[in-house]
């Protein structure tokens, strides 16, 4: 069965820095991945994916993210953190073949401080 | 930029109660879901539904659920005698097609609080 894991339940950076934030997954197939960002009482968005070549994929405000196949991993990244970046972070996986569904990490929060 | 649009924002009912949850998804997606997210927990995926029917449903989508595309437009969410435990957020989503690295596009949410 897919799976994904955030380890982190909140992440704290000053602003400036750079950020990462970590996911996990486990699936049977092909991996389809993407995070997506939930704001303060909004909805869910869409912020990248990964398919298949570039293992480093870079998607909207900046971030990027980054598969690894060995690791099982799809961090994302930012050289340098803005306050504006705060909010809850979910990875999420597809299994190739799917019919479609998404399975979200437990999601992190990051708090990036001026 | 296209939206899901999702109503009500919030609503509050007493256990028991039907619910029913709208959501009118982008007008050239063909896949629809719901998910639920409970205060504090992970975004959970509840059913998903193509060609005016269920393509897949969680163990948490039982009898108390059903979803309907009444119309061209609208996919709707029932939910029959509501518990305590549906308190929630609930996403609906759409994308194009169901498979590969197609995005999900979601609605801002309906919180549904059950007293």
């Known amino acids: 069965a897919q799976s994904v894991a955030q380890p982190e339940d909140q992440v704290n950076v000053a602003e400036g820095n750079p950020l990462t934030v970590k996911c996990t997954y486990s699936?049977?197939?092909?991996?389809?991945l993407f995070w997506y960002v939930q704001y303060p009482n909004r909805g869910l968005q869409f912020l990248l994916k990964?398919?298949?070549?570039?293992?480093l994929v870079k998607g909207s405000y900046g971030f990027e993210a980054e598969f690894n196949k060995s690791q099982t991993s799809f961090h994302l990244k930012k050289p340098s953190a803005l306050v504006s970046d705060s909010a809850l972070y979910f990875c999420?996986?597809?299994?190739?073949?799917?019919?479609?569904?998404?399975?979200f990490g437990q999601g992190t929060t990051l708090q990036v401080k001026p | 930029e296209p939206e899901v649009t999702q109503t009500p924002s919030h609503q509050v009912t007493q256990m028991g109660q039907e619910v029913i949850l709208r959501c009118v998804p982008i007008s050239n997606h063909l896949y629809f879901y719901w998910y639920r997210q409970i205060l504090g927990q992970k975004v959970e995926f509840l059913v998903s539904f193509y060609n005016n029917e269920i393509s897949e449903k969680s163990e948490i989508f039982d009898d108390q659920f059903s979803v309907e595309r009444p119309d061209g437009s609208n996919f709707t969410l029932k939910i029959r005698s509501t518990k305590l435990e549906d308190s929630a957020m609930y996403f609906c989503?759409?994308?194009?097609?169901?498979?590969?690295?197609?995005?999900?596009?979601f609605g801002a949410g309906s919180r549904l609080t059950v007293l």
């Open positions: 999420a996986v597809r299994e190739d073949g799917n019919t479609g569904k998404l399975i």
């Open positions: 990964y398919i298949t070549g570039d293992n």
């Open positions: 989503a759409s994308s194009i097609a169901g498979v590969g690295a197609n995005v999900l596009t």
């Open positions: 699936v049977s197939g092909n991996p389809y």
